[in-house]
RNA sequence: GUGGCCGUAGCUCAGUCGGUUAGAGCGCCGGGUUGUGGUCCCGGAGGUCGGGGGUUCGACUCCCCUCGGUCACCCCA
């Protein structure tokens, strides 16, 4: 075979089957879980105005150098980007529809970001999510915390971690930056390079550096708990105690800090430590009181996290857990008369409810069979010449002993639902 | 964006010091069983060795560039 001509753009890739299938599946795990509690699905576009994004704060690498951005055929032309991740569009979208809080939304969905690519780390990646906007009932915190806690669960996940911390609010941020901000540059000699440019930028940042030059300066750094507003430091006591109530268990870590600058009060993380690699957050998310009010909307609370579907996979793999779904066909019609029949069987079958394939070309007998085997089917129905001539199917039990018996093709569903459903013949 | 490592059939990999027609397992197709899968046996298709350039009598092998992957930083899910 020659070349392929193309391939998936560098950070994309094909999710094949059977792997497409049970990425369905850990979707449709966290829907069901975020429907249960309340949440309801909202679908935003997959690109919005550049404008939205750039409320995420204008040092981050997310929005300045990872943008997918372009312009559109409008004149004049609007400056658009492909979506960095889903929150802002959430809180546009209440901007603009206004909808009675508290408004509990949950998503799904495909995100794009300009980075390096490395394993767990895509240029178009997915994740699914919550935003309860509308609230800053610390209850409402539990209820966002716990759902995440509950959606590992479910998937059998044991070797997650929950970090949390409170970034406290307008009140005690500033004071607890300043203080950093004059930690940091009095100890800057001792930080790496890198670390004194993010200084500059964003202070708090430099908690999140992974060079062992800087963990000396970090493990010393001010932390945030001792600079909380009382209304701040209650708000977190009350979501820490809402989580013991849960049983749900966590780890204060008073120096977390998340990516993206909206946060305020609660912020937590999720970690696989079966990833033994740099990308083993999983998911992610906190409270943002100010971000529906900076693109235009009331001053509303909110609160949410992403769940990265890649990552949660690969950690799923790497301590073994939900290995997938069943194969959905139950039933495979071979023909080997003149292929007509398999064409009415396989639409009454799939009619009467049952999952159903079946092989094409015409191939041998011997040929139809192994695909019936590797299909996973529990049943074959199989027509030849002598079936058709006598209106008739051979219904054969698949699974290792199973007989077969022929029967007419009017009680043809009755007999491969009651084989189905009634084990061994 | 910076640096390291890797790139051979659809997949996982072997390929000696640079030396003739590049191999295996799995998968796929066909046959053994002219109506029966999962086991077994036989056979077959499938690769210009990621791409381009260079060194050399000769390159899968050495060098450069490039694309892709991967690891660390960075960023973050």
Redesign the pocket.
């Known amino acids: 075979?020659?070349?392929p001509l193309f391939?998936a753009?560098?950070?994309t890739r094909d999710i094949l089957p059977p792997a497409s299938a049970r990425r369905r599946g850990l979707v449709r795990v966290f829907a069901d879980l975020a429907d249960r509690s309340g949440f309801s699905l909202l679908e935003s576009p997959i690109f919005e105005e550049l404008g939205v994004f750039q409320r995420l704060g204008a040092n981050?690498?997310?929005v300045t150098k990872?943008l997918f951005e372009f312009f559109d055929k409008g004149d004049p032309p609007r400056h658009l980007a492909l979506r960095p991740?889903l929150t802002a569009g959430v809180c546009r979208a209440f901007a603009e529809h206004r909808p009675t809080p508290p408004w509990k939304i949950w998503y799904s969905g495909p995100q794009f970001?300009y980075?390096?690519?490395?394993?767990?780390?895509?240029r178009q990646?997915e994740?699914v999510g919550v935003e309860t906007l509308g609230t800053d009932d610390p209850h409402a915190d539990v209820e966002v915390v716990g759902l995440g806690v509950r959606f590992y669960e479910a998937l059998g996940m044991r070797q997650v971690r929950l970090l949390i911390n409170s970034l406290g609010d307008s009140e005690s941020r500033p004071a607890y930056n300043a203080a950093l901000a004059a930690y940091l540059q009095d100890r800057r000699g001792e930080l790496s390079e890198?670390s004194l440019v993010?200084l500059e930028r964003n202070p708090l940042?430099v908690l999140?550096?992974?060079?062992e030059q800087d963990q000396p300066v970090i493990a010393e750094a001010p932390v945030m708990a001792d600079f909380l507003s009382g209304a701040s430091a209650e708000h977190f006591a009350a979501v820490r105690a809402g989580l013991d109530s849960l049983d749900a268990v966590y780890e204060v870590s008073p120096r977390l800090v998340?990516?993206?600058d909206y946060y305020t009060r609660t912020t937590f993380?999720?970690v696989a430590d079966a990833l033994?690699?740099?990308?083993n957050?999983?998911?992610?998310g906190g409270r943002y009181d100010g971000l529906v009010e900076e693109l235009g909307g009331p001053p509303t609370p909110g609160i949410g996290f992403?769940?990265?579907v890649?990552?949660i996979l690969l950690a799923c793999d790497a301590e073994d857990a939900f290995s997938g779904t069943a194969p959905p066909v139950e039933v495979f019609v071979v023909d080997?008369a003149d292929g007509r029949s398999a064409v009415v069987l396989c639409d009454r079958l799939r009619q009467a409810g049952l999952g159903v394939d079946r092989a094409f070309d015409g191939?041998?007998?011997?040929?139809q069979?192994?695909?019936?085997?590797?299909s996973g089917a529990t049943v074959?129905v199989?027509v030849?010449?002598?079936?058709q001539a006598a209106g008739t199917a051979?219904v054969?039990d698949?699974?290792?002993?199973?007989g077969?018996r022929q029967v007419a093709a009017d009680d043809l569903v009755a007999a491969v639902t009651e084989l189905l459903t009634g084990g061994v013949q």
């Open positions: 075979m020659a070349q391939r753009p560098a950070g981050n690498d997310v990872e991740e970001r980075e390096r690519p490395q394993a767990g780390r895509y990646f994740q890198q993010t940042r999140d550096s992974k060079r998340r990516g993206l993380e999720f033994d690699t740099a990308q957050a999983v998911g992610g992403a769940l990265g890649d990552r080997v191939r041998s007998m011997k040929a069979m192994k695909r019936a085997d590797r074959a199989i030849g010449p002598d079936e051979t054969r698949m699974r290792p002993g199973g077969q």
